[in-house]
């Protein structure tokens, strides 16, 4: 006789995980994007003669905000986050596709976002002014036990209508966006670099941003990755302001 398998009991993580899946992204699909308009078919040939001509030209088309030529090439990542952070990402639709795994057709895992200590908590000051400062112990002790009770009743509510047979597409409703789920996201250089103006807080910014922690979290590591692929555009974005051309 089989045995039927225990169900998975909530686990809780603070972090957020980006993988570079493929890519098909370097400098030298902006330059010869670039040089097409008065190199025409030799513009392939221009793109290794000379580097500092080539780096040069990467900065002026940042400076000047030629965007165009930044969108010929392509990154493909695979994200595990919480749910509220993917509600906020797809909020991007220009030069990204999206495709999330499905609570329609399979069962959810149960693995829940707590936030750890390093997680700023209290909120100060109004919208457009505010800042987030450090919780107390007390405040960080009653978030993760309150954030973890309520997610171990929610996954038992969810469970209990699947027992029942209640489809997943109704039984996933009782499940909070602090689930983790996961998606393939699919972009150019010159969508990331929009994003990361948005939802990342840097030095070099032009333009403040304030984006609320765990999108940032996101954004930093897909932009540690498109750093190593296009380093000269990289280098062009933050002296430019991380303005997005």
Request: glycine share 6%; proline share 6%.
């Amino acid at each position: 006789m089989t045995e039927t398998p225990e169900p998975a009991q909530p686990s809780f993580r603070s972090d957020v995980t980006v993988e570079l899946v493929k890519h098909a992204a370097g400098d030298s699909d902006v330059l010869f994007a670039a040089r097409v308009s008065t190199a025409g078919e030799q513009s392939l040939e221009e793109v290794t003669k000379d580097p500092e001509r080539s780096k040069g030209l990467i900065n002026y088309l940042m400076r000047d905000r030629h965007g165009s030529p930044f969108e010929h090439n392509s990154m493909t990542f695979f994200i595990s986050a919480p749910i509220f952070v993917f509600r906020e990402f797809m909020r991007h639709r220009v030069g990204w596709s999206y495709n999330e795994e499905s609570g329609r057709y399979r069962e959810l895992e149960p693995v829940f976002y707590v936030p750890d200590a390093s997680r700023k908590l209290v909120q100060q000051g109004r919208p457009g002014k505010y800042e987030f400062v450090e919780g107390t112990r007390a405040q960080q002790e009653l978030t993760g036990r309150v954030m973890e009770d309520s997610y171990r009743q929610a996954y038992e509510a969810y469970r209990e209508m699947l027992a029942a047979g209640v489809a997943r597409e109704v039984a996933r409703a009782v499940l909070p966006v602090g689930l983790f789920s996961s998606m393939y996201a699919t972009c150019n250089a010159r969508s990331l670099m929009h994003f990361l103006g948005l939802r990342t807080q840097h030095e070099l910014a032009k333009v403040p941003s304030f984006p609320q922690r765990e999108i940032e979290m996101v954004g930093q590591q897909m932009e540690e990755h498109w750093a190593r692929l296009m380093p000269l555009t990289h280098a062009a974005f933050n002296k430019n302001g991380r303005v997005a051309p």
